[in-house]
């Protein structure tokens, strides 16, 4: 099965020139993480995306810094597939998300290595199925636009990337069976400047 985090969540941030901190916060309904994993030891790879996030992300692009802390709703999965949604939700035997018991994935990391104003990874944390874990965000595009046709507002967006073994946070479904537990995270991204 297949996993986040989600998190790898999630640097939407921002950055054009700006002379102190501005905090953005993530849009949910342009915001989702996607993953993949293998099924049946290469058979295939089956995807899936978390539909429900939150978060700020405080940047300041002038002195090179700034921070992401995203939360993802474990229960927001979507397969494809409703049966494997409520598996992968709420099945303890063997244990997947077990959304009831952690119901939400947190990314909290430090923006890093700017270039023209742009970070180009995110440095922090994972938490995931109870487990916490260090991990590391390639960010592969940045931008940030001074409005929207409506209302008017800055935006700014990023797309990342990371891969990770599921089985350090305590997910091993399919292990014994051969399947990979190699996940990778594709996080698009967008969030909005707060008043």
Same mark, same amino acid.
């Given at each position: 099965? +297949?996993?986040?985090?989600?998190?790898?969540?999630?640097?939407?941030? #921002?950055?054009?020139?700006?002379?102190?901190?501005?905090?953005?916060?993530?849009?949910?309904? +342009?915001? +989702?993480?996607?993953?993949?994993?293998?099924?049946?030891?290469?058979?295939?790879?089956?995807?899936?995306?978390?539909?429900?996030?939150?978060?700020?992300?405080?940047?300041?692009?002038? #002195?090179?810094?700034?921070?992401?802390?995203?939360?993802?709703?474990?229960?927001?999965?979507?397969?494809?597939?409703?049966?494997?949604?409520?598996?992968?939700?709420?099945?303890? @035997?063997?244990?997947?998300?077990?959304?009831?018991?952690?119901?939400?994935?947190?990314?909290?990391?430090?923006?890093?290595?700017?270039?023209?104003?742009?970070?180009?990874?995110?440095?922090?944390?994972?938490?995931? +199925?109870?487990?916490?874990?260090?991990?590391?965000?390639?960010?592969?595009?940045?931008?940030?636009?001074?409005?929207?046709?409506?209302?008017?507002?800055?935006?700014?967006?990023?797309?990342?990337?990371?891969?990770?073994?599921?089985?350090?946070?305590?997910?091993?479904?399919?292990?014994?069976?051969?399947?990979?537990?190699?996940?990778?995270?594709?996080?698009?991204?967008? @969030?909005?400047?707060?008043?």
């Amino acid at each position: 099965m +297949h996993y986040t985090a989600t998190l790898c969540i999630f640097l939407a941030a #921002a950055g054009v020139a700006a002379a102190s901190q501005t905090t953005y916060n993530i849009d949910p309904n +342009h915001t +989702h993480p996607v993953f993949e994993a293998d099924h049946l030891g290469g058979v295939s790879v089956w995807r899936g995306l978390f539909k429900k996030t939150r978060g700020t992300i405080v940047l300041d692009s002038a #002195a090179r810094t700034g921070t992401v802390d995203v939360a993802v709703d474990m229960a927001s999965v979507d397969f494809g597939n409703d049966d494997l949604n409520d598996v992968a939700v709420n099945s303890s @035997a063997p244990p997947i998300f077990e959304a009831k018991k952690y119901p939400e994935a947190y990314y909290k990391g430090t923006l890093g290595d700017f270039v023209d104003g742009s970070p180009t990874t995110a440095t922090g944390s994972l938490t995931l +199925h109870g487990v916490t874990r260090p991990m590391t965000l390639a960010i592969n595009s940045f931008k940030c636009v001074d409005d929207k046709p409506l209302p008017k507002q800055q935006v700014c967006g990023a797309d990342a990337f990371c891969v990770f073994n599921r089985a350090d946070f305590g997910i091993t479904v399919g292990q014994r069976y051969g399947f990979r537990m190699q996940v990778t995270l594709r996080i698009q991204v967008e @969030a909005i400047r707060a008043e």
